[in-house]
């Protein structure tokens, strides 16, 4: 909120990765689609000054995408390495931890409803302050957007004017997912304990579902519930609940369209924009250079976001091609869907090799995911921070 987080959480990553340095002796498979991303990526950027897309702040705007990626990367080896190494297993740090979790999601919403007060008093007018960047000059395009901190703003969810949170974050859709990931880590930190409370843990994820839904982000309100549900049916049920959550999905899927058009309806305008961009992006692409892309998300059709945003495989496609797509979609879904999957089946076939706060922490992997499909994990410094967290600790506890 400050406007340093695009310093402050890199740097953190970097002290997390240099205290647990002996993880970076050991070179496996995320180590080499990291690299080799990273390849791709500085490639295909090395390359856009010399069309008419690479403009300095688009060049300056990848060179962040990939500081990010490396801040994703640090933290996912680092909290892997800890839970591999015993050093989440000290009761005490990780009562401290699970309590600083907890105090942040009841400070979101206390604060938040202090400040939805605020904007039902003011006629439903924007509160906002501003960012340390906000000393500066107007800033031209995107940079704009982060000379303040919006802290709530209207919105019209279904044609209602309501308003959202987007503390913690630069934007609401963030905010969210900084929530769910904030609940994800609580819950597989109480996993690893000795003897994990989890009636008290379980009562984070209503919590974590209110938080959420302040910030009316479609996404990550549909993730977080379909998560608890998940998860719930399949500790009660074992293999049955797992399947019939499957069988759920399925029957949604013969109706995809207009399950996807209910959600495109409650913001048809955000939906819109979403889909046209996705549209501009893939076509760009498949014309200048589909195998390696072109390096940076431009600006054109004079739209109020560059093309390649909103999605981050969409955003993988247009700055690093086919290659980049490839590589960006297996090093960050691939251990979250290997992990989560572990985790649930041994649940499933009553194995009981994890406690249950576990699988519960594990099933806000949805909330990963749909963040990831919806928004750019590596344009947020906090996003890629907790995400790599989130996903390290996933990792390192379904290895345990």
Not at 89 to 113: G, H, Q
Not at 156 to 180: Q, W
Not at 333 to 341: F, G, I, K, M, Y
């Amino acid at each position: 909120m400050t406007g340093l987080e695009f310093l402050w959480y890199p740097m953190l990553a970097v002290a997390l990765a240099w205290r647990n340095r002996r993880a970076f002796r050991h070179f496996d498979t995320f180590d080499l689609l990291f690299f080799a991303l990273m390849a791709v990526l500085v490639f295909s950027l090395a390359l856009a000054p010399t069309n008419s897309t690479g403009s300095l702040d688009r060049v300056l705007g990848a060179a962040n995408n990939l500081a990010l990626i490396a801040t994703f990367y640090f933290c996912a080896k680092s909290t892997r390495h800890l839970v591999g190494a015993g050093g989440l297993y000290d009761e005490t740090a990780t009562f401290v931890l699970m309590r600083s979790l907890r105090r942040n999601m009841l400070a979101f919403i206390i604060v938040s409803t202090a400040l939805y007060c605020v904007w039902f008093l003011s006629g439903g007018r924007d509160v906002s302050i501003p960012t340390l960047l906000g000393v500066l000059p107007k800033l031209p395009g995107i940079l704009n957007e982060y000379q303040q901190a919006v802290l709530v703003e209207s919105d019209y969810l279904l044609g209602i004017k309501l308003p959202r949170s987007s503390l913690f974050a630069p934007f609401a859709t963030t905010a969210a997912f900084l929530l769910a990931m904030m609940a994800g880590t609580y819950l597989l930190l109480s996993g690893t304990r000795a003897q994990p409370d989890f009636r008290r843990s379980s009562n984070l994820v209503p919590l974590s579902i209110a938080a959420v839904t302040m910030t009316l982000s479609r996404a990550s309100m549909v993730a977080v519930i379909s998560a608890w549900l998940l998860a719930a049916f399949t500790s009660r049920l074992k293999m049955i609940g797992l399947l019939c959550m499957l069988a759920a999905v399925g029957l949604i899927s013969f109706n995809l369209t207009n399950s996807f058009d209910l959600l495109a309806d409650a913001r048809p305008g955000s939906s819109s924009t979403r889909l046209a961009v996705y549209e501009d992006s893939v076509e760009l692409v498949l014309a200048q250079s589909p195998i390696y892309g072109i390096g940076v998300k431009p600006r054109v059709n004079e739209r109020a976001i560059p093309i390649g945003s909103h999605s981050s495989p969409i955003s993988f496609l247009v700055r690093g091609g086919l290659l980049g797509l490839t590589l960006g979609v297996l090093m960050y879904l691939a251990p979250v869907l290997r992990s989560a999957t572990r985790i649930f089946l041994s649940f499933a076939l009553g194995m009981r090799h994890f406690k249950r706060a576990t699988l519960y922490g594990a099933s806000y992997s949805l909330a990963f995911l749909a963040f990831f499909l919806v928004q750019d994990i590596d344009a947020y410094a906090s996003a890629a921070f907790f995400g790599g967290v989130f996903v390290g600790l996933l990792s390192g506890v379904s290895r345990s």
